[in-house]
């Protein structure tokens, strides 16, 4: 995971400035049986659902999924992806409306949670598979904020 402000404030950032808007991070051996970890996640907060997405230049209507996340929103279910492959960019809003630039990768497990505005992007690779877990699916629907800082 790489982690940066998005604005040069000059300030350092850290996992606990991901906390403290109730953002969880955790790494997981990808290459080992990660089961056991999610399940722990998945018992600790209530997931029940469990796929995997992937995202490749060869996905019909790339551009047009993409364009549904890029925008800053919500859900009412937390977000949960572990990166399986390639990479992703979360920018997330901070306790103070900043926006906090979080790069993953395979071994990132990363929850944005419920009612926490933020956007995704894919890097130029256009490639990220990840394990994605579900309280209940309804909440996956973006919530679109109204006006953007
Ligand atoms: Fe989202």
């Known amino acids: 995971m790489k982690l940066s402000w998005?604005?040069?404030?000059?300030?350092p950032i850290a996992v606990a400035d991901l906390n403290r808007v109730g953002v969880h991070y955790e790494?997981?051996?990808?290459a080992g049986d990660m089961q056991p970890q999610?399940?722990?996640?998945k018992q600790a907060r209530g997931y029940v659902e469990q796929d995997i997405i992937e995202l490749t230049p060869q996905t019909p209507n790339l551009d047009t999924l993409c364009d549904k996340f890029k925008d800053e929103h919500l859900h009412t279910d937390d977000e949960v992806r572990l990166?399986?492959?390639g990479e992703g960019v979360f920018d997330i809003r901070s306790a103070d409306d900043q926006w906090m630039r979080v790069t993953v990768e395979a071994g990132d497990l990363l929850v944005v949670p419920a009612n926490c505005y933020h956007r995704f992007f894919l890097t130029p690779r256009k490639h990220i598979r990840c394990v994605r877990l579900f309280k209940d699916t309804s909440g996956w629907t973006p919530v679109y904020r109204e006006s953007q800082v």
């Open 6 to 11: 998005l604005a040069d404030n000059n300030q």
């Open 38 to 41: 999610l399940d722990n996640l």
């Open 27 to 30: 790494q997981v051996d990808t």
């Open 83 to 85: 990166v399986l492959a």
